[in-house]
């Protein structure tokens, strides 16, 4: 029984990291599922920091992102492990 607890309560503070880690991501309100960034990396096939912070600015929804800084693509981009 008290193994089961400690699973438990394992599994809710895992859990609750993960969507913490989530909402403090600032991409992550509207990428996911399908329109996860990975899967839009991948799609667009952006190799570098550079041609993803250029498909932000200049895509077809550079309006929509218009209120992120360079910094804030550059930290996305970096997490995608895109190249520098
Ligand atoms: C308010 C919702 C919203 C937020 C927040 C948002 N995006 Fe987007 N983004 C979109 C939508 C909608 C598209 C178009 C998706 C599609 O074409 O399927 C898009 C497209 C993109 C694309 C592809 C651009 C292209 O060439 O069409 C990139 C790259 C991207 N977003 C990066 C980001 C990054 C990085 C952040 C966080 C700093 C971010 N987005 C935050 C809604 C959002």
New binding site residues.
């Given amino acids: 029984m008290k193994r089961i607890a400690a699973f438990v309560v394992a599994l809710v503070f895992i859990l609750g990291f993960a969507a913490a880690g989530f909402s403090a991501d600032?991409?992550g309100?509207?990428?996911k599922g399908d329109?996860a960034?990975d899967k839009?990396v991948a799609k667009?096939n952006i190799k570098s920091v550079a041609d993803?912070v250029k498909?932000?600015k200049e895509?077809?929804?550079a309006k929509?992102?218009a209120k992120?800084s360079d910094d804030?693509?550059k930290a996305?981009a970096g997490e995608l492990k895109l190249a520098q």
């Fill in positions: 600032k991409c309100a509207c990428h329109k960034l839009i667009k993803f498909a932000v895509g077809p929804t929509m992102h992120f804030d693509l996305a």
